[in-house]
């Protein structure tokens, strides 16, 4: 340990945090702390472990890692739900903060796995007279350091004004729908380039204030609870062979046969390739093992392909669940059961 530069280990932690973990991996190496336990959770668990030894008290994931209100409107969790989501690097708090041309612009939080990524900004005018709205926009650039572009759709955006009020000061986001994930963690370097004011629909208006903002965010997977379903089940009286179902604390994915699903198709009248999604197969709720219900809204999904006789789509929950604890899929208004294995 003695060799090891702790000062580059744990960058991205608030200023008083990271003194203590170096100060309590110093007592460390010094042999003033006896022991600290050893977990799983890479650095985030020596990082809780080291304070922990320090304060001689219990410390949290949730308490170090402190969730954005916005951020926990968005993907529903309690307090347990989002200190697992930190524990497993599923959302992870930003520290990067860049002021030029009079405005500052705060990286606070990133949500993502396997199948969907969330990035949350705060944009802040010095001038108070400035008003940012959710018409306004940001000029953007996106690179991925040399790798292929990792999302098959991506989206970016003011928060609405239900969501916050007008002032100088506003929440910025960024979603995007990875598409075929690989194992290695990306590095997307996020360049703004100005703030503009309102413009005609779909296009940004004049800059307000330009500079150089940029910000480097992590991109990387989760390792989904895989089912290997392969049985018939009934889907609003249509016979539906299931053949997989894919789970994260913040996504699903159901894969199902094709010809089976024309029929889910041709029922409810509508056209795949057209873009139309088939209602019978939201997925509206999560039953867990005892029994409780967690509802969906049912209009979070992010991809639907069909191929070689295989149907795939994924989803975005709408509030975070816990995976080990999942007994079923209910799906559409009638709320039929896909039960996992």
């Not at 930003?94 to 405005?103: F, H, N, P, V």
């Not at 307000?208 to 910000?215: A, I, N, R, S, T």
């Amino acid at each position: 340990m003695r060799n090891r530069n702790w000062n580059h280990e744990f960058p991205e932690v608030p200023e008083h945090v990271h003194k203590i973990v170096l100060s309590t991996l110093a007592e460390l190496e010094d042999g003033k702390v006896k022991k600290v336990k050893q977990m799983k959770k890479g650095k985030i668990a020596i990082l809780i472990a080291a304070i922990a030894a320090v304060l001689g008290m219990t410390v949290s994931a949730a308490e170090i890692f402190k969730w954005n209100k916005r951020a926990a409107e968005v993907f529903v969790a309690d307090e347990a739900q989002q200190e697992e989501l930190v524990a497993e690097q599923i959302a992870k708090e930003e520290y990067q903060t860049i002021s030029d041309a009079g405005l500052t612009i705060r990286a606070i939080q990133t949500i993502q796995d396997n199948n969907c990524f969330y990035a949350l900004f705060e944009v802040v005018a010095e001038d108070e007279s400035v008003q940012i709205t959710e018409d306004c926009s940001m000029g953007v650039l996106f690179d991925y350091q040399g790798e292929e572009d990792p999302f098959c759709a991506l989206s970016w955006g003011f928060v609405g004004e239900r969501q916050q009020a007008v002032s100088n000061s506003r929440y910025y986001e960024i979603y995007g729908t990875k598409a075929e994930p690989g194992q290695e963690d990306l590095h997307m370097k996020i360049q703004f380039t100005s703030l503009n004011a309102p413009g005609a629909k779909a296009m940004d208006g004049e800059p307000v204030l330009e500079g150089k903002w940029e910000f480097l965010l992590d991109l990387h997977n989760t390792e989904p609870v895989r089912y290997e379903i392969n049985k018939e089940y009934q889907i609003a009286d249509c016979a539906v062979m299931v053949k997989e179902v894919e789970l994260t604390p913040i996504s699903v994915k159901l894969v199902c046969d094709l010809e089976d699903v024309r029929l889910l198709e041709e029922k409810e009248g509508v056209n795949l390739e057209q873009a139309d999604s088939i209602a019978s197969l939201f997925i509206n709720g999560i039953r867990y093992q005892d029994g409780t219900v967690v509802e969906e809204e049912g209009y979070q999904e992010l991809t639907v392909s069909w191929e070689n006789g295989i149907y795939t789509k994924t989803a975005r929950l709408s509030s975070v669940i816990d995976v080990e604890k999942v007994s079923a899929l209910l799906l559409g208004e009638s709320g039929d059961e896909i039960v996992l294995p």
